[in-house]
């Protein structure tokens, strides 16, 4: 496939030469998508690496002698004993965020670190610096397709990991400098303390300051000296209506909680006459039987359970502890079950088509980011825009054929599947994207913007010109007279496999499995971004 961006902002983006980043040799895909997923007869085995059981058939767990693989998971154990099974969503959000012991916010390993051969995963940013330059050029273009604005250009990143992304994108953006002095301010969002001082020494240096005000954390950009401020969700960013955002979404929305939903037939059932016996109550009511959503709730296997009595999956590693933790398929509707199924025409339509035990996951998060996002840029009834400006590019795994995801939660350490119920905390968890659903939401958000994509992210990073931009990089490090590390050939094989491991097509892989999804400005389809089949102006 030919590059859609022209040569000269290609040449433009980053100069020094990074490294490909590790490779770790244990692991084809990347990140979380890592495993085939192997399904056993009934898919619910894959799910919670344990049968379904009946939330009437869960005993709360009261033993204090109990074990807990955690001290987050003897918390969680703790508190389902006192309110009764949760849903998944709440459980997803205690393990990833939660201040005490949270995989992403807490500290209870010192020194862990989630990313890297030495961590549980790594990401397309940490494989290859093209993808974050051609992140960054792909900005760039939409920043002149929009009329190259001289002022309130807003760079968003959500959920920036160690940082790499930003650093690539800010290096790249430098060489253009008249967008660069258009940034007025880089935003930070990000839930973790530990990965907020990461990307400030990579992004500020490690000897800046830091200051702390009520909007969030705050320190000045090595690259253009504009301010990068940190915050906690998207919802502390100002939303002003002259403002142009830029935002980026890599690996955040897979790692959103979700809820998950069970299709089941409900018998018909009799109800007797009151006993005080009314005579104007008809002797006996009878309801039609009906087919129900019911929600997948979070309850403590039982004490005891090893890997063999709850059927931890082949397909998942066993050198966790067992899990402490399964699903049950809640005994009536929950508020979730009866709100979130019906909440679009998309979903709704589901019940109809499937038969009973089918699952389906919804995350109101994503929808919530993606409306955000929307409004931003679109303009909203609360936040009204007189001229929509600003784009959104969201990268993560899902479907991308517009079907709603289904037993996709997954647990991931160091590098291998494991029971997302083993080591709450210390074991990532995410679940495929619902692009679909993200851009239902957007459009659903504002009436100023419009959807491209999902593309897959090899289509994406080939018309961006990653093939092009990894040989710049080679020959840019042969023209220094040696290979980057001294040691010639290698690091043009490093190159070459790191981008090549980005856009693989094969079966899991990542070109396929990731994909690529942008909000813009409303223009009625007529101009379509770079890297979703459009072309670009310069
Ligand atoms: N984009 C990075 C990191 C992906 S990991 C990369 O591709 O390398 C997910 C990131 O989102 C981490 O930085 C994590 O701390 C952050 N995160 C997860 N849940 C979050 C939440 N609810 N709010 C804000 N940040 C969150």
Same mark, same amino acid.
């Given at each position: 496939?030919?590059?859609a961006?022209?040569?000269?902002?290609?040449?433009?983006?980053g100069?020094p030469?990074g490294?490909?980043?590790?490779?770790?040799?244990?692991?084809?895909?990347?990140?979380?998508?890592?495993?085939t997923?192997t399904r056993?007869?009934?898919?619910?085995?894959?799910?919670?690496g344990?049968?379904?059981s009946?939330?009437?058939?869960v005993?709360?767990?009261?033993d204090?002698?109990r074990?807990?693989s955690?001290?987050l998971?003897k918390?969680?154990?703790?508190?389902i004993?006192?309110?009764?099974?949760v849903?998944?969503?709440?459980f997803?959000r205690?393990?990833?965020?939660?201040?005490?012991g949270?995989?992403?916010?807490g500290?209870?390993?010192?020194?862990?670190d989630?990313?890297?051969?030495k961590?549980d995963?790594?990401t397309?940013p940490?494989?290859?610096?093209?993808?974050?330059?051609?992140v960054?050029?792909?900005?760039?273009?939409?920043?002149?397709a929009?009329?190259?604005?001289?002022?309130?250009?807003?760079l968003?990143?959500v959920?920036p990991?160690?940082g790499?992304?930003?650093d690539d994108?800010?290096?790249?953006?430098q060489?253009?400098?008249?967008m660069?002095?258009?940034?007025d301010?880089?935003?930070?969002?990000?839930?973790?303390p530990?990965?907020?001082?990461?990307q400030?020494?990579?992004?500020?240096?490690?000897?800046?300051?830091?200051t702390?005000?009520?909007?969030?954390?705050?320190?000045?950009?090595k690259?253009m000296?504009?301010p990068?401020?940190?915050?906690?969700?998207?919802?502390?960013?100002?939303?002003?209506?002259?403002?142009?955002?830029?935002?980026v979404?890599?690996?955040?929305?897979?790692?959103?909680?979700?809820?998950?939903?069970?299709c089941?037939?409900?018998p018909a059932?009799?109800s007797h006459?009151?006993e005080?016996?009314?005579?104007?109550?008809?002797?006996?009511?009878?309801?039609?039987?009906?087919?129900?959503?019911?929600?997948?709730?979070?309850?403590?296997?039982?004490p005891?359970?090893?890997?063999?009595?709850?059927?931890?999956p082949?397909?998942?590693?066993?050198?966790?502890?067992?899990?402490?933790?399964?699903?049950?398929?809640?005994?009536?509707p929950?508020?979730?079950?009866?709100y979130? *199924?019906e909440? +679009?025409? =998309?979903?709704?339509?589901?019940?109809? &088509? /499937?038969? $009973?035990? #089918?699952?389906?996951?919804?995350?109101?998060?994503?929808?919530l980011?993606?409306?955000d996002?929307?409004?931003?840029i679109?303009?909203?009834?609360?936040?009204?825009?007189?001229k929509?400006c600003?784009a959104a590019l969201?990268?993560d795994?899902?479907?991308?054929?517009g079907?709603? *995801?289904t037993? +996709?939660? =997954?647990g991931i350490?160091?590098h291998? &599947? /494991?029971? $997302?119920? #083993?080591e709450?905390?210390?074991?990532?968890l995410?679940?495929d994207?619902?692009?679909?659903?993200?851009?239902?939401?957007?459009?659903?958000?504002?009436?100023?913007?419009e959807?491209?994509?999902?593309v897959?992210?090899?289509?994406?990073?080939?018309?961006?010109?990653?093939?092009e931009?990894a040989?710049?990089?080679?020959?840019?490090?042969?023209?220094?007279?040696?290979?980057?590390?001294?040691?010639?050939?290698?690091?043009?094989?490093?190159?070459?496999?790191?981008?090549k491991?980005?856009v693989?097509?094969?079966?899991?892989?990542?070109?396929?499995?990731?994909?690529?999804?942008?909000?813009?400005p409303?223009?009625?389809?007529?101009?379509?971004p770079?890297?979703?089949?459009?072309?670009v102006?310069?």
């Amino acid at each position: 496939m030919r590059s859609a961006v022209p040569r000269a902002l290609r040449r433009a983006a980053g100069r020094p030469l990074g490294g490909p980043g590790a490779l770790p040799t244990t692991l084809q895909g990347s990140r979380r998508i890592a495993f085939t997923k192997t399904r056993g007869p009934n898919p619910l085995f894959f799910y919670s690496g344990a049968r379904l059981s009946s939330s009437t058939a869960v005993q709360p767990d009261h033993d204090p002698e109990r074990q807990w693989s955690t001290p987050l998971a003897k918390q969680l154990a703790e508190a389902i004993s006192a309110t009764g099974p949760v849903p998944l969503a709440s459980f997803m959000r205690m393990c990833l965020t939660a201040d005490v012991g949270g995989y992403y916010t807490g500290a209870i390993e010192d020194g862990r670190d989630q990313f890297g051969l030495k961590g549980d995963f790594v990401t397309s940013p940490e494989i290859s610096q093209a993808f974050g330059e051609l992140v960054g050029i792909w900005f760039v273009a939409e920043w002149m397709a929009q009329g190259r604005q001289t002022t309130g250009v807003e760079l968003i990143e959500v959920g920036p990991g160690r940082g790499t992304l930003m650093d690539d994108m800010l290096r790249t953006i430098q060489n253009f400098p008249a967008m660069a002095n258009s940034i007025d301010a880089v935003y930070m969002v990000e839930a973790s303390p530990k990965l907020r001082e990461a990307q400030k020494a990579l992004l500020c240096g490690p000897d800046a300051t830091m200051t702390e005000s009520k909007v969030g954390y705050h320190s000045i950009c090595k690259y253009m000296s504009v301010p990068i401020v940190w915050t906690d969700t998207i919802k502390s960013i100002p939303n002003s209506a002259d403002k142009m955002p830029l935002i980026v979404a890599h690996e955040f929305f897979d790692a959103l909680p979700i809820h998950a939903f069970q299709c089941v037939d409900v018998p018909a059932t009799q109800s007797h006459p009151p006993e005080d016996g009314d005579k104007s109550s008809p002797s006996s009511k009878t309801s039609q039987p009906t087919r129900q959503w019911r929600e997948l709730l979070v309850s403590p296997t039982p004490p005891g359970s090893n890997h063999e009595s709850l059927n931890t999956p082949a397909s998942q590693s066993r050198d966790t502890p067992p899990p402490d933790f399964q699903l049950t398929v809640a005994k009536a509707p929950t508020r979730h079950a009866l709100y979130l *199924p019906e909440s +679009s025409p =998309r979903y709704r339509g589901i019940k109809s &088509r /499937v038969g $009973p035990g #089918a699952l389906i996951e919804i995350c109101p998060d994503a929808a919530l980011y993606a409306g955000d996002f929307a409004a931003r840029i679109g303009g909203s009834a609360k936040h009204p825009k007189p001229k929509p400006c600003g784009a959104a590019l969201i990268l993560d795994y899902g479907p991308g054929d517009g079907s709603v *995801p289904t037993n +996709s939660l =997954r647990g991931i350490r160091r590098h291998r &599947r /494991v029971s $997302p119920f #083993a080591e709450p905390g210390l074991t990532d968890l995410s679940a495929d994207v619902d692009f679909a659903g993200i851009a239902e939401s957007a459009l659903k958000a504002s009436e100023g913007v419009e959807v491209h994509g999902p593309v897959e992210q090899a289509a994406f990073l080939l018309s961006m010109g990653i093939q092009e931009r990894a040989e710049q990089l080679v020959l840019a490090a042969a023209a220094k007279g040696k290979d980057k590390d001294g040691d010639d050939g290698r690091y043009a094989e490093d190159v070459e496999r790191a981008w090549k491991r980005l856009v693989d097509r094969g079966p899991g892989g990542m070109g396929k499995v990731y994909k690529a999804l942008a909000i813009l400005p409303e223009n009625e389809g007529r101009r379509r971004p770079v890297g979703f089949g459009g072309d670009v102006d310069v």
